[in-house]
């Protein structure tokens, strides 16, 4: 072998072997985690996790399992076309158990930035479309189904219950592709909706922007969803509107600790357009 070849393909065989160390520790940090673990009602469970060391920092994961089997007719979204509010005050208004905030927003002039149906009505019609919502959310009694945007002609749809956001990350088993550019490629608290090999339709937020949590890019948030067994999954908005909310489960019913009063608590909320939820 040449002699100057030989220290180049020793390098290389030596970091493939760290990253691939890394990223099997990060799985098994996921997969044999001990999570605390709230029942919330039969088919209903709260998850969360404290991680000092996923992804080489800290991070706070809280997520909410649903069995479809025993509640697909229940889940729901919430809109409004203009105001925006807490997602804490969707849930509330809604009759929900437990909820998860929802697509893009206009913070200037309020609704949606992005399509969303609620019952057949059409309450936001999308103002521009962008790159990253490219991923289509449809609840009927009948399934949930999480889509590429690319698949569905949403506008003509009859599906009662539609919205698009994303990006999407994993489709049919399959990670998709994620363009390179800030809004994936940072860490930001992250919101999203997966629906697992098991039938079961999981709202999962990752808190951020604080020293206790990181947050994740979004190929670290496929990762994550991809070991907690997620055939298909979608980011929804993140940042400071990051909310998972459980009713009763603290003052406000929100689990997490959303980052818009940059305060490591619960009362951090951030009014949006839309909610994803499970009626009680």
Known sequence: MNKKIAPILLSFLLLSQLLVFGQSA????????????????????????????????????????????????NIHLAADPKELKKTSEFATEAGALVAINGGFFDMKNGGSWDYVKVDNHVVNTTKKKTDRANAILLIDK?????????????????KPNILLSGPLLIHRGQDAALANNP????????????ITRKNKLIFLVVDGRNSQA?????????????????????NVDGGGSSTLYVKGATANGVVNHPSD????????????ANIIYLKE
């Not at 190929?219 to 298909?232: D, P, V």
């Not at 009063?261 to 949006?272: A, I």
């Open 26 to 73: 990060d799985s098994v940090a996921v997969l044999n985690k001990e999570w605390k673990i709230i029942p919330i009602k039969k088919g209903v469970t709260w998850k969360q996790g404290h991680f000092e060391k996923l992804f080489g920092s800290q991070q706070e994961i809280n997520l909410v399992e649903i069995d479809l089997k025993k509640h697909r007719k």
């Open 142 to 158: 009948k399934a949930i189904e999480i889509q590429p945007d690319s698949a569905v002609n949403y506008e003509q749809s009859t």
């Open 183 to 194: 809004f994936n490629t940072n860490r930001h608290p992250r919101s999203a909706v997966a």
């Open 214 to 234: 990181a947050g994740m890019n979004l190929s670290e948030l496929t990762q994550t969803l991809r070991w907690l067994g997620a055939k298909h999954a979608m």
């Open 261 to 272: 009063n940059k305060q490591f608590d619960h009362e951090g909320q951030r009014p949006v």
